[in-house]
Structure formats: structure tokens, C-alpha cells
């Protein structure tokens, strides 16, 4: 594992993500305490269809997970759903 302050990695950025895609975790410290840790992404697991499709550029990983709760908490829609509205606009302009 290769150990860097917060300022080299920050100085260096694309040296050190060559390494993690190369298969090295960086560990990244601050005033001489670990902070974070770099290292390459598991996608092993993830369907072919998704590694594909960014591999290709057609899309991104998630940045964070999804905060579920947060994401409950949204307010729903009242009234009618938007497929329903935009069927009725679309009969309205014939």
C-alpha cells in the first residue's frame, strides 16, 4: 500500500489514480493521520450490461449511495401521473 499526504495526491492526482487502476490502494493522510483511502472499485460483481455501458462512456458510477430514508422521505405527486397528463395534452392538440 502506498502511503501520501493529502497535498501530494492533490498535486499528483492522476499519477496515483494510475496506480489504483493498476490494483495499489493509496492511503492518504493529513498532518501524518490517515484520512482516506484510494483503491481500485470492485466491479467484478456488477452486470456486464453496466460495466459495458461505461466502459463505453455511455454512463457513470454513483459518486455515493443512495440515502433510502432521505430518499422516503421526498413528497409524493398528487393527482393524476405524468404519462396521464401528457396522453390528455397530446389528445388536446389534435
Known amino acids: 500500500m502506498i502511503q501520501a499526504s493529502v497535498s ?22 493529513d498532518h501524518r493521520k490517515v484520512v482516506a483511502v484510494l483503491e481500485p472499485v470492485d ?5 456486464q450490461e453496466i460495466r459495458n455501458a461505461l466502459e ?5 458510477a454513483a459518486r455515493r449511495k ?13 393527482g393524476s401521473s405524468l404519462t396521464a397528463a401528457v396522453l390528455d395534452e ?3 392538440s389534435r
Not at 466491479?43 to 452486470?47: E, G, I, L, R, V
Not at 463505453?56 to 457513470?60: F, I, P, R, S
Not at 443512495?66 to 398528487?78: E, G, H, I
Request: charged share 20%; glycine share 8%.
Open 8 to 29: 501530494k495526491v492533490k498535486n499528483s492526482l492522476s499519477g496515483y489514480l494510475e496506480k489504483v487502476k493498476a490494483g495499489q490502494s493509496v492511503l492518504i493522510t
Open 43 to 47: 466491479s467484478a460483481s456488477w452486470p
Open 56 to 60: 463505453q462512456g455511455e454512463g457513470k
Open 66 to 78: 443512495l440515502d433510502l430514508a432521505a430518499f422516503n422521505r421526498l413528497p409524493t405527486a398528487q
Open 90 to 92: 397530446r389528445q388536446q
